[in-house]
């Protein structure tokens, strides 16, 4: 990597909380926070109650009807910032907000009135607010940044791409500053209908665990769907910052399943030793798994890592099992627990996978793994600042 790039701040919202002191509690607990819709009686890992953005702009006029939960739960992330924001103003900031789907909501809702109404008509709301790059715009707008705000979509590894294309501004040297993340608001008739199509969702049995990510005595597919979102500020030479990027790998497959991922996990292999060779080392501390809760997903990563890391484990752990696979926002979500791990010094497990804590006395890197749809895979490192 050409500078140092470091993160100096983040803000996230998750069926974890809405807070820093909720989701560190919610860490430290055993339990998962998935619960079933009580209309459908699916299993999901939705925000209760969450609150409104604070901002101006969030006050004015139609706003709230303009939006997408997506983009919700984007401004919700970014009221974290916003005293850091405030507090370097006047530094060019870029932003990428990625999102596996975008708009999904609005977007379902305004097809809806088109197909079952019969007329062909819609409401004049229904573009541009239902496509991607309206999170990167509304959000830009949001928090007063003139700065380059771009979208994209690499289904599940978005949010991390989203990082590597931030860290990438920042040594073009364009950008002082960049806020990179995710947001996804999946839990949709439709979305939930694809995934069920695919055959990979939980049953809408009672269970403590109904999302069984990385267990390797998995049986049946057990992936469950969650909303969320989380933006990082980077920024190049920080001084002091919460951590530092020390590594990052890209890779893609060829499409030969459903879901793109070979058996033995080709593309995420190559993604974590392109990282571990740019961060110089070979080996780390832990490694969150992607870990989707899907029998074939699952078992290619385990076997990558065995691959690349099997001669020193780290200590491998997720969180889709307590908060749900967020698609293109689960790498940032991941990356939280990253930075929550690296800055409390505490490991957040798996509890119903073998206990390996005692193999970690302290964590100063962390391996962040992003498996998606379509065969891309990425692999970013951070270590803790010393």
């Known amino acids: 990597m050409i500078k140092n790039i470091g993160i100096t701040a983040w803000g996230a919202v998750s069926a974890l909380g ?6 560190v509690r919610a860490y430290q607990q055993q339990e998962s926070y ?19 953005p604070t901002g101006a702009l969030y006050q004015r006029g139609r706003f709230a009807e303009q939006i997408d939960r997506s983009v ?21 900031t870029g932003i990428n907000i990625g999102s596996s789907r975008g708009a999904t909501g609005l977007w379902e809702q305004h097809f809806a009135q088109f197909t079952n109404e019969g007329t062909g008509k819609l409401s004049p709301l229904a573009s541009p607010t239902t496509t991607l790059g309206n999170i990167s715009s509304w959000l830009g707008a949001y928090l007063n940044i003139e700065g380059p705000a771009i979208s994209h979509s690499v289904t599940c590894s978005t949010a991390l791409q989203a990082i590597a294309n931030g860290v990438a501004w920042l040594e073009s040297g ?47 597919n057990s992936m469950v769907l969650g909303e969320g979102a989380a933006l990082y500020l980077l920024e190049a030479n920080a001084v002091r910052p919460l951590a530092w990027i020390r590594g990052i790998g890209f890779a893609q497959e060829i499409p030969t399943t459903p879901t793109s991922v070979s058996a033995r996990g080709d593309a995420i292999t190559r993604a974590m030793r392109q990282a571990l060779s740019e961060y110089g080392e070979d080996q ?15 078992a290619a990563e385990r076997y990558a890592i065995d691959t690349v890391l099997g001669k020193q484990m780290p200590f491998l752990t997720g969180n889709k099992w307590k908060l749900g696979h967020t698609l293109g926002a689960s790498g940032a979500l991941s990356l939280e627990m990253a930075l929550l791990m ?12 073998p206990v390996t804590e ?6 100063s890197s962390v391996m962040v793994n992003a498996m998606g749809f379509g065969g891309n895979a990425i692999s970013l490192i951070l270590e803790v600042c010393k």
């Open 18 to 23: 809405t807070d820093r002191e909720a989701v």
């Open 284 to 298: 780390v501390d832990v490694v969150i798994c992607h870990a989707p809760g899907t029998r074939l997903g699952d």
């Open 72 to 92: 919700l739960l984007a401004l919700l992330a970014a009221d974290q910032l916003k005293e850091e924001l405030v507090q370097r103003d006047g530094l060019v």
């Open 34 to 52: 998935l619960q079933q819709n009580k209309s459908t009686g699916d299993w999901e890992g939705a925000l209760s109650n969450p609150p409104l």
């Open 174 to 220: 364009r950008c002082q500053r960049f806020l990179a993340g995710g947001s996804e608001a999946p839990l949709t008739p439709f979305t939930l209908a694809q995934m069920k199509a695919l055959r990979i969702y939980a049953d809408p049995e009672p269970a403590a665990y109904p999302c069984r990510s990385f267990d390797p005595e998995i049986h049946n």
């Open 358 to 363: 005692s193999r970690v006395r302290s964590v």
């Open 342 to 353: 690296l800055q409390r010094q505490e490991i957040y497990s798996i509890p119903f996978l």
